[in-house]
């Protein structure tokens, strides 16, 4: 099994803020990775017209997840995993600004791109808690054991 990634990366794992925009080039010259994922937990399904999704990230900025290309009822949300409650996970996701000043920006996830769009069962707080877990850790984190550098933890005898 391949390990958690380190979601602390905010380079691969960056926030709603930090995405690029629509239409922008992926790399401006910062070190943006080939690849990234906007993990955000999901608050609340307000598909009205369109699947649309309210979230927040990890900085506590909201925002919406729309769809597009699918009607009310194309696409099931919640057999996808993608409820209340859980982790969403958006590939190369591409931040749209808000149309004026009082609205929030959104991410727009196209038809062809929804596939991609997974969901992690549990809220993003636990989620970001796992992928800190140390492969060689020293010192447990339950009991405060010790072991060796080098050799993990050993049970208890």
Same mark, same amino acid.
């Given at each position: 099994?391949?390990?958690?990634?380190?979601?602390?990366?905010?380079?691969?794992?960056?926030?709603?803020?930090?995405?690029?925009?629509?239409?922008?080039?992926?790399?401006?010259?910062?070190?943006?990775?080939?690849?990234?994922? =906007? =993990?955000?937990?999901?608050?609340?399904?307000?598909?009205?017209?369109?699947?649309?999704?309210?979230?927040?990230?990890?900085?506590?900025?909201?925002?919406?997840?729309?769809?597009?290309?699918?009607?009310?009822?194309?696409?099931?949300?919640?057999?996808?995993?993608?409820?209340? @409650?859980?982790?969403?996970? =958006?590939?190369?996701?591409?931040?749209?600004?808000?149309?004026?000043?009082?609205?929030?920006?959104?991410?727009?996830?196209?038809?062809?791109?929804?596939?991609?769009?997974?969901?992690?069962? @549990?809220?993003?707080?636990?989620?970001?808690?796992?992928?800190?877990?140390?492969?060689?850790?020293?010192?447990?984190?339950?009991?405060?054991?010790?072991?060796?550098?080098?050799?993990?933890?050993?049970?208890?005898?």
């Amino acid at each position: 099994m391949a390990p958690l990634p380190d979601f602390s990366n905010r380079e691969r794992f960056p926030t709603f803020v930090t995405i690029p925009e629509a239409g922008a080039p992926a790399s401006d010259g910062s070190q943006q990775p080939e690849e990234w994922y =906007l =993990l955000a937990h999901i608050k609340n399904d307000m598909t009205i017209a369109k699947p649309t999704l309210v979230v927040e990230d990890r900085d506590g900025s909201p925002f919406a997840v729309v769809f597009e290309g699918y009607g009310r009822d194309d696409l099931d949300l919640k057999a996808r995993g993608l409820k209340k @409650g859980n982790t969403i996970v =958006l590939p190369r996701a591409r931040r749209v600004p808000p149309a004026d000043e009082t609205k929030r920006g959104f991410v727009r996830v196209d038809k062809a791109d929804a596939a991609a769009v997974k969901a992690v069962p @549990g809220a993003l707080e636990r989620v970001l808690a796992l992928g800190g877990v140390e492969e060689n850790a020293t010192v447990c984190s339950a009991c405060g054991g010790k072991g060796e550098a080098g050799a993990g933890l050993r049970m208890p005898d």
